[in-house]
């Protein structure tokens, strides 16, 4: 599986946005990007996924940069119940991509 | 609301006693799965199911079993054989089991076997 690698801790002030990055500079062609959280005793939450454009949802912003090799996940404005753990997880198109590899992850703190 | 259902959220058993966690969806999703976490440990995938009836064997299925008579249900078997079973345990499921496609988590079981 190509790997991914994150800090392990950002902080951030409520209602600030947030950019949480993410390097993966052995991906494939066919590898879409998803971010997954984990709030303390609870299970992950899909968060967002894209293949090479931006994407937005209701929760997040995806940025893509040109070459792959990197992406950033985007909070607008961060609020205490974004506390948590995030995952960017590389998953193949191809097949063979079941299961989800969480790897350490980012702590992300929220001060009030 | 749609959405996947895990039950109990907690769950106790003596040593020696098989036991079996629920997870119900009602999202119409063909693909559902079992993982395991430990603490401070990242997830790792019991078995899955792509489409009724069928089922496979993740990385650390020694000590599980699995049914998938229903497209909504999935439950999961902790047998006596399972060396270690206290976890936490995560049920999701996806549309497919494709990569492009997200996997959607339910509440998780906490089991401690005594």
């Known amino acids: 599986d190509a790997k991914t690698t994150q800090p392990n801790s950002m902080e951030s002030n409520e209602e600030e946005p947030v950019h949480l990055p993410c390097n993966h500079s052995?991906?494939?062609?066919?590898?879409?990007i998803h971010w997954y959280r984990q709030l303390p005793s609870q299970g992950p939450e899909y968060v967002i996924h894209g293949l090479t454009s931006n994407v937005n949802n209701r929760m997040a912003s995806l940025a893509i940069a040109e070459d792959r090799k990197s992406s950033t996940l985007i909070l607008h404005r961060a609020t205490l119940r974004d506390a948590a753990v995030y995952y960017c997880?590389?998953?193949?198109?191809?097949?063979?991509?079941?299961?989800?590899?969480f790897g350490k992850g980012t702590k992300l703190t929220v001060n009030p | 609301d749609g959405g996947i259902t895990q039950s109990p959220k907690y769950l106790f058993r003596k040593e020696g006693q098989n036991v079996t966690l629920s997870c119900e969806q009602n999202?119409?999703?063909?693909?559902m799965y079992w993982y395991r976490q430990d603490p401070g440990q990242g997830l790792r995938l019991i078995y899955y199911s792509q489409i009724v009836n069928d089922f496979q064997k993740g990385d650390i299925a020694e000590g599980y079993s699995v049914s998938r008579e229903k497209k909504e249900s999935f439950p999961l078997t902790v047998t006596s054989a399972q060396k270690n079973p206290t976890a936490f345990y995560l049920c999701a499921s996806s549309i497919g089991a494709s990569g492009s496609r997200a996997q959607y988590f339910g509440p998780g079981t906490r089991l401690t076997v005594l």
């Open positions: 052995t991906i494939s062609g066919t590898d879409y």
């Open positions: 999202l119409n999703h063909d693909a």
């Open positions: 997880i590389l998953r193949d198109l191809q097949g063979g991509s079941e299961k989800l590899v």
